[in-house]
Nanobody
Framework: QVQLVESGGGLVQPGESLTLSCAASGGIFSNYIMGWYRQAPGKQRELVASITSGGSTNYADSVKGRFTISRDNAKNTVYLQMNSLNAEGTAVYYC??????????WGRGTQVTVSS
């Protein structure tokens, strides 16, 4: 019932910043826990950051202090601001909506490549 579309990925040099967006439709966005995950080649998909309906955030240790997740419920959109990017940031980034305890919806992903 929920459709998610990521945007904002691309090629960036080490040390630069990039902001990803995820537009949601087909559900009650303000009720959902939203998250950003990433998967690098040959690695497991990992949680990068999440944000609850009340605005509480959680970050992977590797991105704390550099990444910021936020949401705009009026626009049904969640953002991931990524600062001080390094090679570890190269991955496909996926938007996720947790709509019930055992129900999640995923976007198709957007590629982020950090390279000089």
């Amino acid at each position: 019932q929920v459709q998610l579309v990521e945007s904002g990925g691309g090629l960036v040099q080490p040390g630069e910043s990039l902001t990803l967006s995820c537009a949601a439709s087909g559900g009650i966005f303000s009720n959902y826990i939203m998250g950003w995950y990433r998967q690098a080649p040959g690695k497991q998909r990992e949680l990068v950051a999440s944000i609850t309906s009340g605005g509480s955030t959680n970050y992977a240790d590797s991105v704390k202090g550099r990444f910021t997740i936020s949401r705009d419920n009026a626009k049904n959109t969640v953002y991931l601001q990524m600062n001080s990017l390094n090679a570890e940031g190269t991955a496909v980034y996926y938007c996720n909506a947790k709509v019930r305890l055992h129900t999640r919806y995923w976007g198709r992903g957007t590629q982020v490549t950090v390279s000089s």
